[in-house]
T-cell receptor, first 114, second 115 residues
Framework: AQSVTQPDIHITVSEGASLELRCNYSYGATPYLFWYVQSPGQGLQLLLKYFSGDTLVQGIKGFEAEFKRSQSSFNLRKPSVHWSDAAEYFCAVGASTSYDKVIFGPGTSLSVIP | GAVVSQHPSRVICKSGTSVKIECRSLDFQATTMFWYRQFPKQSLMLMATSNEGSKATYEQGVEKDKFLINHASLTLSTLTVTSAHPEDSSFYIC???????????FGPGTRLTVT
């Protein structure tokens, strides 16, 4: 079974600073990996996903993530954070089978200082 | 992506009563939908997989007699919380799978408060 961890429960960055959110996964085969963002009281929005191919994935809102198989990681990055990026971020891993079950990490709460 | 709606967005019910939450896929025929529960400041926990025309598949530890799932059509799945208790208060989110591995579209969620 797949699992995912996000080591950082909460991160605070200044507006304009760079951001990296960490994600580590556990899965026996090549995983499908996702990053979602959730604003308070809202549903989830998909930022980006990795299925195969280029290990550097570009997403919406200026986010990118890099899949590193050797480290079982899929860290999310943004070069310059905006105040509107403050939200909860979830990394998720899916099984590379026809069954679309996706397991979510515990989440990282991002605060942005003006 | 698919548009997914949930109704109601917010519901308050008394302990011991049942409440039904609807999840609709507005522009996509969904043979499979997922139901998640999210407690405050926590992650999403998969509760069950809803399959059109067949019984739902529940995750370990989720009581199938308490959380009744019906997926009667390709656009509608319902989750009924029976004999609700305050500990069932949570944010319930459904998702629709596109059929491509791992690709899901999420509804806006339903906030359930049991008093």
């Amino acid at each position: 079974a797949q699992s995912v961890t996000q080591p950082d429960i909460h991160i605070t960055v200044s507006e304009g600073a760079s951001l990296e959110l960490r994600c580590n996964y556990s899965y026996g085969a090549t995983p499908y990996l996702f990053w979602y963002v959730q604003s308070p009281g809202q549903g989830l929005q998909l930022l980006l996903k990795y299925f195969s191919g280029d290990t550097l994935v570009q997403g919406i809102k200026g986010f990118e993530a890099e899949f590193k198989r050797s480290q079982s990681s899929f860290n999310l990055r943004k070069p310059s954070v905006h105040w509107s990026d403050a939200a909860e971020y979830f990394c998720a891993v899916g099984a590379s089978t026809s069954y679309d079950k996706v397991i979510f990490g515990p989440g990282t709460s991002l605060s942005v200082i003006p | 992506g698919a548009v997914v709606s949930q109704h109601p967005s917010r519901v308050i019910c008394k302990s011991g009563t049942s409440v039904k939450i609807e999840c609709r896929s507005l522009d996509f025929q969904a043979t499979t939908m997922f139901w998640y529960r999210q407690f405050p400041k926590q992650s999403l926990m998969l509760m069950a997989t809803s399959n059109e025309g067949s019984k739902a598949t529940y995750e370990q530890g989720v009581e199938k007699d308490k959380f009744l799932i019906n997926h009667a059509s390709l656009t509608l799945s319902t989750l009924t919380v029976t004999s609700a208790h305050p500990e069932d208060s949570s944010f319930y989110i459904c998702s629709v799978t596109s059929g491509r591995p791992g690709e899901q579209y999420f509804g806006p969620g339903t906030r359930l408060t049991v008093t």
